[in-house]
Structures are given as structure tokens and as C-alpha cells.
């Protein structure tokens, strides 16, 4: 699948509080509003100010909207003052998408910004992953994807191929799954060669398990807008 500059400029890089990761553009026939993983922007409440990355420097935006998923999906949207898109766009086809099927996911890890030339802000870096299924998680639904994930990339989307062959959203980035802690055993290694386990120490790695929202928490969460960024005029410089 080839990502479009919808795809690859609709992605920004966002700061609350103490919290940084990865947000994008989501288009309804109703308006444009943000899409972010809730985790990041967790206690934001209309009027507070969330940070997006320029080429050189944060700018602080108010939010006028914010609505967390119902479900504790871990699924945010939002709308700003001052931020505006030049026009709206059809909202994307519906995603098809089978069981080993490849994904592409787009975000800002490792506080990484990619060089790629864009428009005054700056541009994701793309990883693939395979569509691995869904599980429950605490009775919550979530995608899990076989690949790489990194801190930064949470709230960034997550992409697949419409029946047409055009690219549509599939789901948002949560985040990975750790490793079980019986994977994670530490040892102490003795000069005779012997090795001993250190009791109540192990350490959390990534089980190669990238956690996703999928597509229908997304679409119920932007059900819950009544306001969206302004459109038809130039984004701010």
C-alpha cells in the first residue's frame, strides 16, 4: 500500500502536560477534528491548551472540544481554536482488512522527527505491521498488530487497504505489549559459570505486540462532536 500526503502530513506531534506522542486529522462530513490516544491527553478538559510541534518550536492551541471514548477505549478526539484546514475531505471507505493482512502506522517515536520535507511542521516516520486480530482487554476490544512499536507513537493512526485499493483507517496506536514477567527473569552469572535467578526483579520488554484501538471506538468517539476545527483558512505560521 502507498501512503498519500493526506496520510503522511495529516500526522502531528502533540504535548499535555507531561505526556508527548502522536495525533492526526480525521474528516467527517460534518468537519475535521483531532484523533489522539486518551492516555496522552488524559485530564484534558475544554479550554485547556494542548501543545502541537512546529519546525522550530510548540505552539499552545485551546481546546473549544474534547470527548473520551464511553467504552475506556483508550481513544480521544478533540477540536482547537486558531487551527484551521483548508478544506474538508471525504471521509475514508471502509477499511478491508483480514488476518495477516498489512498495516502501516505513522507517529513520532523516540522524539523523532522525520526529514522529509513538509509544511511547517514535522513529518511522521511509517513502520509496517500485520494485522494479528482482536482480543479483550478488561472487556474492552483491542486490535492487536504483529509488529514494532516505540514510546511516541501512541495516538498516531493506523492504516489498511479499502476493497478499491485506496488506503482507509483502521484504528489508532495505544500503545505495545510487554512481555510476560516469566520471560523477563533477571540472573546473576558467577565466575564458575553458574547463574542464579535475582528473586522479585524482572524487566518488561517489548513482546513485539503493537495494541491498537480499532476503528468502530474511534467512529463512536467522534459521534460525540459538536464542535471541529475551522476550515478555509491557512493552518497557522
Given at each position: ?36 490516544a486518551a ?20 505552539i ?15 481513544v ?30 505513522l ?22 505491521a ?15 498488530l ?7 507513537y ?16 483502521v ?5 505495545y ?24 526483579i ?5 513482546s ?5 484501538v ?24
Amino acid at each position: 500500500m502507498q501512503l498519500t500526503s493526506r496520510e503522511i502530513s495529516g500526522v502531528f506531534r502533540i504535548r499535555y502536560g507531561n505526556s508527548v506522542g502522536s495525533g492526526f486529522l480525521y474528516h467527517t462530513i460534518s468537519g475535521c477534528c483531532f484523533i489522539s490516544a486518551a492516555h496522552i491527553l488524559n485530564g484534558a478538559k475544554n479550554d485547556d491548551n494542548v501543545l502541537i510541534q512546529r519546525d522550530f518550536d510548540w505552539i499552545s492551541i485551546p481546546l473549544v472540544q474534547i470527548e473520551f471514548s464511553k467504552r475506556n477505549s483508550d481513544v480521544c478526539a478533540f477540536s482547537v481554536k486558531g487551527f484551521s484546514v483548508s478544506n474538508i475531505l471525504s471521509p475514508y471507505q471502509t477499511p478491508s482488512l483480514s488476518l495477516g493482512g498489512q498495516v502501516r502506522f505513522l507517529g513520532f517515536p523516540h522524539d523523532l522527527v522525520n526529514t522529509y520535507p513538509g509544511q511547517g511542521f514535522p513529518m511522521p516516520l511509517v513502520r509496517t505491521a500485520h494485522f494479528s486480530g482482536v482480543i479483550a482487554v478488561d472487556g474492552i476490544d483491542v486490535m492487536v498488530l504483529d509488529g514494532f512499536n516505540n514510546p511516541g507513537y501512541s495516538g498516531g493512526p493506523v492504516y489498511c487497504q479499502d476493497s478499491s485499493g485506496g488506503n482507509a483507517l483502521v484504528g489508532v496506536v495505544s500503545g505495545y505489549r510487554f512481555e510476560k514477567s516469566t520471560h523477563g527473569k533477571v540472573f546473576r552469572r558467577y565466575p564458575d559459570g553458574r547463574e542464579e535467578e535475582i528473586p522479585d526483579i524482572f524487566i518488561k520488554p517489548n513482546s513485539g505486540m503493537v495494541q491498537a484501538v480499532p476503528l468502530a471506538a474511534v467512529n463512536g468517539v467522534v459521534s460525540q462532536m459538536l464542535h471541529f476545527n475551522p476550515v478555509g483558512q491557512k493552518p497557522l505560521t
